[in-house]
């Protein structure tokens, strides 16, 4: 059975950061393009970053550009999402999603396996 789980998510402070974690089981990731994805509450799911199998990454979001990056270990089948100078508005819940091919999408529909999420809150 392929599933991913996020971790990592947390209360924080503006200007703090958190570090996200996709652990795959049942597959092994070196074969995806894994994609960070979040929704706000009220708001429609929106995309993050993306990682192809090569490394390569691709902001989905203009907001999160030199605040986030993307990484991968396939040794321990795992992607990370690094968040830094987090704002308020970064608040929500944050989904790992994996596309079986080398390289990223922003189309959520290529991504066929999802994890259940993770909730990244931003406040003072």
């Known amino acids: 059975q392929l599933q991913l789980v996020e971790s990592g998510g947390g209360l924080v402070q503006p200007g703090e950061s958190l570090r996200l974690s996709c652990a795959a089981s049942g597959f092994t990731l070196d074969e995806y393009s894994i994609g960070w994805f979040r929704q706000a509450p009220g708001k429609e799911r929106e995309g993050v970053l993306c990682?192809?199998?090569?490394?390569?990454?691709?902001p989905l979001a203009d907001s999160v550009k030199d605040r986030f990056t993307i990484s991968r270990d396939n040794a321990k089948n795992t992607v990370y999402l690094q968040m830094n100078s987090l704002k308020p508005e970064d608040t929500g819940v944050y989904y790992c999603a994996a596309r079986l091919y080398l390289y990223c999408s922003d189309w959520e529909a290529d991504f066929r396996t999802w994890g259940q999420g993770t909730q990244v809150t931003v406040s003072s």
């Open positions: 990682i192809s199998t090569s490394s390569v990454p691709l």
